[in-house]
């Protein structure tokens, strides 16, 4: 079996980027976002990025770093508000976004990951997101068709690996990060821990290893996107 697990987040990105590429990345908000391949990736130095992604991070944070270094050229998400960066470079139409329904993004994504080309939802029917897309009758309903998306990587970020690459996430990293495991032509994921294979339970892992191509272990900021507290 090949080793899947790499040094440092710089090493499993070596020889994958490129100008130009797609990059799914996972996370919801900053939660369980791949922190260190994204910090690899700006430095990667690559440009024009189409970057897959529920949401853009933060101004200084996440993927607020290919922002502040104008690497990104292209957004597919569902969700930008928390990030002046992204707001200014839109507006001055340095940036094009593709604005997807939060359900329908998720879908689109798993579609891709599971080999299926386009679906039918009712999501957004009769409003802009509808606008030049294939309408369809359903026993008297309308439907939109949406694409899947698939990725030339993509960098998930995982609370315990295997090396084998069995992946196992926590809580509200749960979100993107399995489905975009399946959707990228080479899937990177960071973790917080590697064991030996047979070490984790098999009815407990989330995705499997056949699905990851390298495996990185790194160290985490975690931070909080916005802090509120009681007076």
Known sequence: MADKVYPDAKTALDGLTFDGMTVMAGGFGLCGIPENLITA?????????????????????????????????????????????????????????????????AERIRAGGAGIPGFYTKTGVGTLVAEGKEHKDFNGETYIMETGLVADIS????????????????????????????????????????????????????????????????TFEKRIEQRTVRA
Not at 58 to 69: A, I, S
Not at 164 to 192: C, W
């Open 41 to 105: 990736l700006r430095d990667s130095g690559a440009k024009d990025l189409t970057v897959i992604s529920n949401n853009a991070g933060v101004d200084d944070f996440g993927l607020g770093l290919l922002l502040q270094t104008r690497q990104i050229k292209k957004m597919v998400s569902s969700y930008v508000g928390e990030n002046k960066t992204f707001e200014k470079q839109y507006l001055n139409g340095e940036l094009e976004l593709e604005f997807n329904p939060q359900g329908t993004l």
């Open 155 to 218: 960098i998930v970020k995982a609370w315990k690996a295997d090396k084998a690459g069995n992946l196992v996430f926590r809580k509200t990293a749960r979100n993107f990060n399995p489905m975009m495991a399946t959707a990228g032509k080479v899937t990177i994921a960071e973790v917080e821990e590697i064991v030996e294979n047979g070490e984790l339970d098999a009815d407990h892992i989330h995705t499997p290893g056949i699905f990851v191509q390298r495996l990185v272990q790194g």
